[in-house]
């Protein structure tokens, strides 16, 4: 029985180790894939391989974008083939056909700008539940291996922050708990603060972050500026901050920066430090994803 995929017109602009996984697997159900930044090598040969972006995506009804994202230009520079060049997404999205779906991890705004202007569906990928959740793993365990690099004492007994608690903010908690951690937790969300509660970290409304700012470690999963120069200025200058927030992440680096403070904007965690799994994931996930929103597209025309 033929996949649902089977000759569909996909095109995957870029991406890492994750995308050419993704790429396989597209290849072995038989969709119509053409490549743009991919290598020509092993099962990815019977894929189509385009250098011009424009081209490749005539006709298709469906465009995957990295899940690593475009940075604030909406520039692709991340691809699987060192040599190829930067993939300017703002150029291609005009040049899609209304109602084409457009797979990002997050999307910036230009993109979304662009995408309402040219009637391009997007779908960002880091907030499809099933990805996410899983992504959630490695994202944690990447953030704090990056915590053992970058400080001297033990995750045991050190004292943590975590802004944010959704689905990453969570999975580090119940990890540096594991660990032996003293741990923070500082959100909005009154019921957030009662499950950290109950995690056993301590709950602090984010609201009244300023109220305390003695932590060997911070970690922040908000992506919108929340550790800003006012607080900043008052924390412990021995801490080391990690960011895991999509760009431009929830930290101001450059007050940072100007503090003497230890601050890392830790992207990609997943293709960084499990790109297998990571890989296993979008395998696992997008095919399927594809298959239900195009289904749903042909039952609304």
Same mark, same amino acid.
């Given at each position: 029985?033929?996949?649902?995929?089977?000759?569909?017109?996909?095109?995957?602009?870029?991406?890492?180790?994750?995308?050419?996984?993704?790429?396989?697997?597209?290849?072995?159900?038989?969709?119509?894939?053409?490549?743009?930044?991919?290598?020509?090598?092993?099962?990815?040969?019977?894929?189509?391989?385009?250098?011009?972006?424009?081209?490749?995506?005539?006709?298709?009804?469906?465009?995957?974008?990295?899940?690593?994202?475009? @940075?604030?230009?909406?520039?692709?520079?991340?691809?699987?083939?060192?040599?190829?060049?930067?993939?300017?997404?703002?150029?291609?999205?005009?040049?899609?056909?209304?109602?084409?779906?457009?797979?990002?991890?997050?999307?910036?705004?230009?993109?979304?700008?662009?995408?309402?202007?040219?009637?391009?569906?997007?779908?960002?990928?880091?907030?499809?539940?099933?990805?996410?959740?899983?992504?959630?793993?490695?994202?944690?365990?990447?953030?704090?291996?990056?915590?053992?690099?970058?400080?001297?004492?033990?995750?045991?007994?050190?004292?943590?922050?975590?802004?944010?608690?959704?689905?990453?903010?969570?999975?580090?908690?119940?990890?540096?708990?594991?660990?032996?951690?003293?741990?923070?937790?500082?959100?909005?969300?009154?019921? @957030?603060?009662?499950?950290?509660?109950?995690?056993?970290?301590?709950?602090?409304?984010?609201?009244?972050?300023?109220?305390?700012? @003695?932590?060997?470690?911070?970690?922040?999963?908000?992506?919108?500026?929340?550790?800003?120069?006012?607080?900043?200025?008052?924390?412990?200058?021995?801490?080391?901050?990690?960011?895991?927030?999509?760009?431009?992440?929830?930290?101001?680096?450059?007050?940072?920066?100007?503090?003497?403070?230890?601050?890392?904007?830790?992207?990609?965690?997943?293709?960084?430090?499990?790109?297998?799994?990571?890989?296993?994931?979008?395998?696992?996930?997008?095919?399927?994803?594809?298959?239900?929103?195009?289904?749903?597209?042909?039952?609304?025309?």
């Amino acid at each position: 029985m033929a996949s649902p995929l089977a000759n569909v017109p996909i095109c995957m602009l870029g991406g890492d180790t994750r995308e050419v996984m993704l790429a396989e697997a597209l290849v072995e159900l038989e969709a119509d894939l053409r490549l743009v930044g991919f290598c020509l090598e092993g099962r990815l040969a019977k894929a189509g391989h385009f250098s011009e972006p424009i081209r490749a995506v005539e006709g298709c009804r469906a465009v995957i974008a990295p899940m690593s994202n475009t @940075d604030l230009q909406g520039l692709i520079t991340t691809t699987p083939n060192p040599s190829a060049a930067p993939i300017a997404l703002p150029e291609v999205i005009p040049h899609l056909s209304p109602g084409t779906l457009l797979l990002i991890g997050v999307a910036k705004p230009v993109i979304k700008r662009l995408a309402e202007t040219h009637s391009v569906r997007i779908v960002e990928t880091a907030d499809v539940d099933e990805i996410a959740v899983l992504n959630s793993v490695p994202t944690a365990e990447g953030a704090i291996q990056v915590a053992m690099e970058e400080t001297k004492i033990t995750i045991h007994g050190s004292t943590c922050l975590v802004v944010g608690f959704g689905r990453c903010g969570l999975a580090i908690v119940q990890r540096l708990l594991a660990l032996g951690a003293h741990v923070t937790v500082a959100a909005r969300s009154r019921s @957030d603060l009662a499950r950290a509660a109950v995690l056993g970290a301590r709950g602090l409304d984010l609201a009244k972050l300023a109220t305390m700012t @003695d932590f060997d470690l911070i970690f922040n999963t908000v992506p919108a500026l929340v550790l800003d120069w006012p607080y900043l200025r008052l924390v412990n200058r021995d801490v080391v901050i990690i960011d895991i927030a999509s760009s431009p992440g929830g930290t101001d680096f450059e007050a940072a920066r100007q503090l003497g403070l230890r601050a890392i904007h830790a992207l990609s965690l997943p293709a960084k430090v499990a790109p297998i799994t990571a890989g296993e994931i979008l395998v696992r996930a997008v095919p399927r994803l594809l298959e239900n929103l195009l289904e749903e597209d042909s039952y609304e025309s």
